[in-house]
C-alpha cells in the first residue's frame, strides 16, 4: 500500500475528521486529524494499516505565526513490516490544550505525553501517569511555549573596567614568558 492509498482511504473511512491530508514529493504521507476523532484514526493506523512502531511524539507553539488553532502535536508512526512512515498532527486550542492519550496503543508513548505535559502545558487525558518528567514537581510554567519568559529578573549590562580587574590581562602579561 502506497502513502497515497493510505490518504486515499484514511479520508474515505473518516471523512470530516481528516480536515487536511497530503503526500509530499518525497512520498510522505501528512494527515491533519481533528482532536475528537484521534483515537479512532490511531486505533486503525495501528490495527488495520500495521503502523506498529511510535517514534515519537513533539508539540508544536505557532504563537508568531498567524494561525488557528496556535499549538499542533505531531506523532510520527513506522510499519516495519511493511517499511512506511506517516506523520499526523492533531491542531490544540490556546484555551484549553487536551488530547487523548495513545498510551494504550503504544507504551512507547508514555515519556513523550508527559513531555507534552511538562513543555508544553498539554492535558493528556487517560494517561496512566501524568505528572511532571523533567522539570521539578514545583516548577511554574511551561518551558516550551514561546510565550514563557526566559529571565525572571532584569539583568544589567553595564561597562564596568573595575570589576574582576585582576582578570584582565594586560601587554606585560602576555609577552611574559609563560615558562619562566
Known sequence: MTSEEIKEQLEATFGAAITHAEVTPH??????VAVEQL??????????????????????DYLEQDREPRFDVVYELFSLTKDRHIRIHVGLPEDEPTIPSVYHLWRGADFPERELFDM?????????????LIMPEGWE????????????????????????????????????????
Open 120 to 132: 508544553f502545558g498539554f492535558t493528556v487525558t487517560g494517561h496512566p501517569n501524568m505528572k511532571r
Open 39 to 60: 483515537l479512532a484514526v490511531m486505533e486503525d493506523l495501528k490495527q488495520n494499516k500495521d503502523f506498529d512502531y511510535l517514534s515519537q511524539i513533539t508539540g508544536v
Open 27 to 32: 512520498g510522505e504521507c501528512i494527515i491533519h
Open 141 to 180: 510554567g511551561h518551558p516550551l511555549l514561546k510565550d514563557y519568559p526566559l529571565t525572571v529578573e532584569e539583568v544589567a549590562f553595564s561597562y564596568n573596567p573595575d570589576h574582576k580587574s585582576e582578570l584582565i590581562k594586560t601587554q606585560e602579561d602576555v609577552k611574559a614568558d609563560p615558562w619562566a
